[in-house]
């Protein structure tokens, strides 16, 4: 009788329900639960920020190729890249997605297994990898390649519009790590190579150009941290979070996305955005943008032609916010921002993403043009009212 009491009440849910009933799965821990304000990321506030080593400068220079190249270049990398295995458990429930009821069936939790790589940057045990290789991981391990060891890995930090993530391992021993090149200077068809674990085969090299640079995927602030490298290297399923490397073995980017059904077709966060990320993740554990106050727009060929630049580059200043950092430090409405720090400003949307990534306190030198003359402002950039 209880049987047919159960059955009975599991068909009126189906029915009220309607057609959209079905099995659904929600990972991780209860929004809102103890478990889920612990597994935020809080970084290491007080730690060192710039734990990277920038490469000595060698990526400006041609790489003879020879048949060694890639021999050489393998020997050196791979002790630096890892593998990575992450578990998560699922917790099911039984209803109507979007209804008024759903049901929670324990019994039919289960626990699903992911992989992916990442690269060491940092003898002290810091590495990089995708945001969506370890996002709502609840265990994570690493392996190491050099000494055949498996660590737990800790998530210092991690943002996922840049779909970058922080890691941490403990290890007694100083670790072999990958410098970070300037990929402001990677040019269109440089050779580079793609190394980690596709289909979890260990190590996997492959090689190919810089197809393209400054692609995006999407369109809008959702683009804002989108500035990735094309690649004909082969990236499949667990390279995502593997170092892109020139033949001198420095980071020019991270393996990222692939177009699907398209052969060749491969994006890589650049290093210069690694650069940008990490020190955020580690002060906060994400990037808490940083605000100047100031609204911008595009710059068209027209204006371009009018502010004699050399093309249609920077962004144009269309608002400037009373009492703002960008109002104290001189910036006005119709100035047109060509530099950050020193980096050339390429548009609109790379300028929104300079600014989010300016360190909050730390004065930051905006180029502008302004009547035909280049000048400097100085702004300190703060942390948003909405943060």
């Given at each position: 009788?209880?049987?047919?009491?159960?059955?009975?009440?599991?068909?009126?849910?189906l029915?009220?329900?309607?057609?959209?009933a079905?099995f659904m799965g929600?990972?991780?821990?209860?929004?809102?639960?103890?478990?889920?304000?612990?597994?935020?990321?809080k970084?290491?506030?007080?730690?060192?920020?710039?734990?990277?080593?920038d490469?000595?400068?060698?990526?400006?220079?041609?790489?003879?190729?020879?048949?060694?190249?890639?021999?050489?270049?393998?020997?050196?990398?791979?002790?630096a890249?890892v593998?990575?295995?992450?578990?998560?458990?699922v917790?099911t429930?039984?209803?109507?997605?979007?209804?008024p009821?759903?049901?929670?069936t324990?019994?039919?939790?289960?626990?699903?297994?992911?992989?992916?790589?990442?690269?060491?940057?940092?003898?002290?045990?810091?590495?990089?990898?995708?945001?969506h290789?370890?996002?709502m991981?609840?265990e994570?391990?690493?392996?190491?390649?050099?000494t055949?060891?498996v660590k737990s890995?800790?998530v210092?930090g991690?943002?996922r519009?840049a779909?970058?993530?922080?890691?941490k391992?403990q290890h007694?021993q100083?670790?072999p790590y990958?410098?970070?090149?300037d990929?402001?200077?990677?040019?269109?068809?440089?050779?580079?190579?793609?190394?980690g674990?596709?289909?979890?085969?260990?190590?996997s090299?492959?090689?190919?150009?810089?197809?393209?640079?400054?692609?995006r995927?999407?369109k809008?602030t959702?683009?804002?941290?989108?500035?990735f490298?094309?690649t004909?290297a082969?990236?499949?399923?667990?390279?995502?979070g593997?170092p892109?490397?020139n033949?001198?073995g420095?980071?020019?980017?991270?393996?990222?996305?692939?177009?699907?059904?398209?052969?060749?077709i491969g994006?890589?966060?650049?290093?210069?955005?690694?650069?940008g990320?990490?020190?955020?993740?580690m002060?906060?554990?994400r990037?808490?943008?940083?605000?100047?106050?100031v609204g911008?727009?595009?710059?068209?060929?027209?204006?371009a032609?009018?502010?004699?630049?050399?093309?249609?580059?920077g962004?144009?200043?269309?608002?400037?916010e009373?009492?703002s950092?960008?109002?104290k430090?001189g910036l006005?409405?119709?100035?047109?921002v060509v530099?950050?720090n020193g980096?050339?400003?390429r548009?609109?949307?790379?300028l929104g993403?300079?600014?989010?990534?300016?360190?909050?306190g730390?004065?930051?030198?905006?180029?502008?043009?302004?009547?035909?003359?280049?000048?400097?402002?100085?702004?300190?950039?703060?942390?948003?009212a909405s943060?």
């Open positions: 009788m209880n049987r047919l009491r159960y059955v009975i009440l599991l068909a009126s849910i029915l009220f329900a309607g057609s959209s079905c929600s990972i991780g821990p209860e929004p809102g639960s103890p478990e889920a304000v612990a597994a935020q990321p970084g290491l506030p007080g730690h060192a920020e710039d734990i990277w080593t490469a000595a400068g060698r990526s400006t220079r041609p790489t003879p190729l020879t048949s060694e190249t890639y021999i050489v270049l393998a020997k050196s990398v791979n002790p890249v593998n990575i295995f992450t578990k998560t458990r917790k429930r039984f209803g109507a997605p979007l209804g009821f759903t049901m929670r324990p019994n039919l939790d289960f626990s699903a297994t992911a992989l992916g790589t990442g690269f060491l940057i940092s003898a002290d045990g810091f590495l990089i990898t995708n945001a290789v370890v996002n991981a609840d994570i391990k690493v392996f190491l390649w050099q055949s060891e890995a800790s210092i991690l943002n519009a779909d970058l993530a922080l890691l391992i007694d100083p670790l990958l410098p970070l090149a990929s402001d200077r990677v040019r269109v068809g440089e050779i580079v190579v793609a190394v674990n596709p289909f979890g085969l260990q190590h090299l492959t090689d190919g150009l810089i197809s393209a640079k400054h692609r995927l999407h809008g959702q683009a804002r941290y989108e500035d490298l094309q004909s082969q990236i499949n399923p667990g390279n995502s593997g892109l490397l033949l001198n420095e980071v020019v980017g991270v393996n990222t996305a692939i177009v699907a059904g398209g052969q060749g994006f890589a966060v650049p290093s210069n955005l690694i650069k990320v990490v020190p955020h993740l002060r906060h554990g990037v808490i943008p940083a605000y100047i106050g911008i727009d595009e710059i068209t060929p027209d204006l032609r009018r502010l004699q630049l050399d093309e249609a580059t962004a144009l200043v269309d608002i400037v009373p009492g950092p960008a109002a430090g006005a409405k119709g100035d047109v530099a950050v980096k050339p400003v548009d609109a949307t790379a993403r300079m600014i989010a990534l300016l360190r909050v730390e004065p930051a030198t905006l180029t502008v043009v302004r009547n035909d003359r280049r000048t400097q402002i100085r702004v300190i950039p703060k942390v948003a943060q």
